[in-house]
């Protein structure tokens, strides 16, 4: 069985980061290790949430697993609280990356073209530099936007995309890949290049009109689930826009539906039938 460490928060109340990566990999057969940098009463699109910051156990935890000479098959950073905790992942990187491990970067930091609350542009630019050091990042079109310097709009064509993803290979991930990239009317997907094959690539769904929190979360956790269990690049990144976006059509014909995530429970045992 591969093992993979997740990177992120927990927010005890909320069904993001952590409550989502460790249900969604470990039901899809991977064993998932996880480094929780701080615990949250609930995400911070709540109120008055708290925070338990854990930045310096993160080092302690790390330093007993490698004298227990743990081996990951892929290290998965998602929202990260602050500078502190990009430079420690990666160290984290560093220390753990052998031949065979993906590096797997979720750069969480905006959306609909604001960066979250807890964030300025001093905080982009370091997450620019920890996504040169993976293998794949799945930047948002205003994360990329973020990292890069280019103008954030609404509405673009694929030259916009190209440009975007041009600017994003200097960084120097293996592979890039644009979520959240509508074409046409109606619909949403994923935009990639491979750096080894120099090749594109584009899957299209048909759009939800409808924004949920923890969706980013869901379809990296997903994507990484896929690539360990073997499927290809582009097999894993349209399991994961196409479960993405049934599980939000799925929590919406929820009556009770919670407004601060999705009913990813409801779809999972499905998931886990398309897997080899
Ligand atoms: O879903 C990303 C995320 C993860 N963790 C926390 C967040 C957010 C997005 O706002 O607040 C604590």
Sequence with gaps: MKRILTI???????KCSITIALPVISAM???TVILPTAVLSTHTMFKNFTVRDLTEDL???????????????AIYTGYLGSAEEIEIAKRIFDEFRTDDTLIFI?????????????????????????????DIIVPNITEACFMTGMD??????????????ARLKELGSR????????????????????????SYFNYQNDRVD????????????????????????EDAFRIAADYTAD???????????PWYGVDFEATLPELVKQLP
């Excluded at 750069?107 to 964030?119: E, Q, T």
């Excluded at 954030?152 to 993803?165: F, K, N, V």
């Design 8 to 14: 992120q928060d927990i927010s005890c109340l909320g």
């Design 29 to 31: 057969g991977v064993e």
């Design 59 to 73: 080092i302690p935890i790390t330093d007993h697993w490698k004298s227990e000479d743990v081996r990951f098959d």
């Design 106 to 134: 979720d750069p969480v930091m905006a959306d609909n073209g604001k960066l979250y609350p807890a964030f300025d542009m001093e905080y982009a630019k370091l997450n620019a530099e920890l996504c040169g050091k993976a």
């Design 152 to 165: 954030y709009r609404e509405t673009y064509d694929e030259a916009y995309i190209r440009e975007l993803i």
């Design 175 to 198: 592979m890039v890949v644009i979520t959240g990239v509508s074409l046409s009317p109606g619909k949403t997907g994923v935009y990639g290049y491979d750096r080894d094959k120099d």
């Design 210 to 233: 409808a924004q949920y929190h923890g969706t980013g979360d869901l379809f990296s956790s997903v994507s990484v689930g896929a690539l360990m269990r073997g499927l290809s690049v």
């Design 247 to 257: 599980t939000i059509r799925e929590t919406l014909k929820n009556p009770e539906k």
